[in-house]
């Protein structure tokens, strides 16, 4: 396990958070994940970290597995110009993770809240939300109310809720 991760089971614990986690192979695609899904119940976003070309600010699009992205859509409503992906280098500084493993859990280091959340709509209907612990060989369980009030409060964070297409 990684300091990281280590470091997010800790705030989670810290902050009296409910979650169920399960351990499972190295997973890279969205597609992949439906074995989380399957192990904890809930729905497992598409974390896609974002910025402008000239990574002026960053960020965190967390998106309903079957809703469509479409850049200008999201540039629009996040009042950014033209998002692509933010770099891997970006990725490790601010949120301590990797591709294949984003996750708002990252959130916890990013201090000088350089990352804008932005939350697809769709996902407000789901029961459960899961996320990886910022490795992709382990998942982690929340409610929506435990995520969206309890974690998002931990780390002193709002979110823009986007309409995707």
């Known amino acids: 396990m ?21 351990a499972h192979k190295r997973v890279s695609a969205i597609s992949e994940c439906v074995i989380a899904e399957k ?13 402008p070309r000239n990574e002026s600010h960053f960020y965190l699009l967390i998106a309903h597995p079957e809703s469509v992205f479409r ?10 110009s033209r998002l692509s992906f933010g770099s891997e280098e970006a990725l490790g500084r601010l949120l ?3 591709s294949g493993a984003v996750s708002p859990l990252g959130l916890i280091f990013d201090e000088d809240r350089r990352v804008t959340l932005l939350v697809d709509r769709k ?10 612990p910022l490795e992709n060989t382990a998942s982690v369980r929340m409610e ?14 709002d ?4 309409d995707m297409e």
């Open 39 to 51: 192990l904890l119940g809930g729905v497992m976003p598409r974390n896609l970290f974002l910025s």
């Open 96 to 98: 301590h993770t990797h």
């Open 2 to 22: 990684t300091d990281s991760e280590k470091r997010v089971y800790r705030h989670l614990a810290e902050h009296r958070l409910t979650y169920r986690i399960a």
């Open 71 to 80: 850049t200008s859509s999201v540039s629009r409503q996040a009042g950014a």
């Open 123 to 132: 996902l407000l209907t789901e029961n459960a939300l899961i996320f990886h």
């Open 144 to 157: 929506k109310d435990v995520f969206f009030h309890g974690f998002l409060s931990s780390v002193s964070r």
């Open 159 to 162: 979110f823009t809720v986007i």
